[in-house]
T-cell receptor, first 115, second 115 residues
Framework: GNSVTQMEGPVTLSEEAFLTINCTYT??????LFWYVQYPGEGLQLLLKATKADDKGSNKGFEATYRKETTSFHLEKGSVQVSDSAVYFCALKGSSGGGADGLTFGKGTHLIIQP | GAGVSQSPSNKVTEKGKDVELRCDPISGHTALYWYRQSLGQGLEFLIY????????KSGLPSDRFSAERTGGSVSTLTIQRTQQEDSAVYLC?????????????FGDGTRLSIL
């Protein structure tokens, strides 16, 4: 079956540091890949997505590239801010069955940015 | 409405009681998904609807769980004879159509606590 593995947290960085959150996946076919973010006290929000190999998703200074050869979708940001503190979830949606199944999520990475 | 609406936002009930959780998707979205977020299991996919039909119910944790959707809009998730392990945040999401590249938009969830 499908699975997503992301680095354990919490990850603590200083403001303006470079961020990488690793995500690797296992899936059959050609899944779509997503990063969702959950800010404190709020619901899950879509951060970015990529639907095919070598696509780069980007939003709010965050980027992730769909790497089929390494089955990875690492999240990066060049200079983090305190407001980026949140829990980040990597997720995939499989292409089997017409993509009708739900999202498969990683466990989440809690990011803490210190001023 | 503008986003996915879930009610109640919080529910506390005694073990053995039945509970009903409600989800109102984004207007015009034909696909609707239920997830459960708990400390031990992370985010788990439960069931999805394409219109009023739920093609695959195998993700539901037990036969105490059921879900329905009527009129292609509002959905209810019902848990009968609740147990303490049912305590979790239940999330609903919707997307325009079913498809592997369709982003899902999440509600704020219902936090269910079983005493």
């Amino acid at each position: 079956g499908n699975s997503v593995t992301q680095m354990e947290g919490p990850v603590t960085l200083s403001e303006e540091a470079f961020l990488t959150i690793n995500c690797t996946y296992t899936a059959t076919g050609y899944p779509s890949l997503f990063w969702y973010v959950q800010y404190p006290g709020e619901g899950l929000q879509l951060l970015l997505k990529a639907t095919k190999a070598d696509d780069k998703g980007s939003n709010k200074g965050f980027e992730a590239t769909y790497r089929k050869e390494t089955t990875s979708f690492h999240l990066e940001k060049g200079s983090v801010q305190v407001s980026d503190s949140a829990v980040y979830f990597c997720a995939l949606k499989g292409s089997s069955g017409g993509g009708a199944d739900g999202l498969t999520f990683g466990k989440g990475t809690h990011l803490i940015i210190q001023p | 409405g503008a986003g996915v609406s879930q009610s109640p936002s919080n529910k506390v009930t005694e073990k053995g009681k039945d509970v009903e959780l409600r989800c109102d998707p984004i207007s015009g979205h034909t696909a609707l998904y239920w997830y459960r977020q708990s400390l031990g299991q992370g985010l788990e996919f439960l069931i999805y609807f394409q219109g009023n039909s739920a093609p695959d119910k195998s993700g539901l944790p037990s036969d105490r769980f059921s879900a329905e959707r009527t009129g292609g809009s509002v959905s209810t998730l019902t848990i009968q004879r609740t147990q303490q392990e049912d305590s979790a945040v239940y999330l609903c999401a919707s997307s325009l159509v079913v498809g592997s590249n369709q982003p899902q938009h999440f509600g704020d969830g219902t936090r269910l606590s079983i005493l």
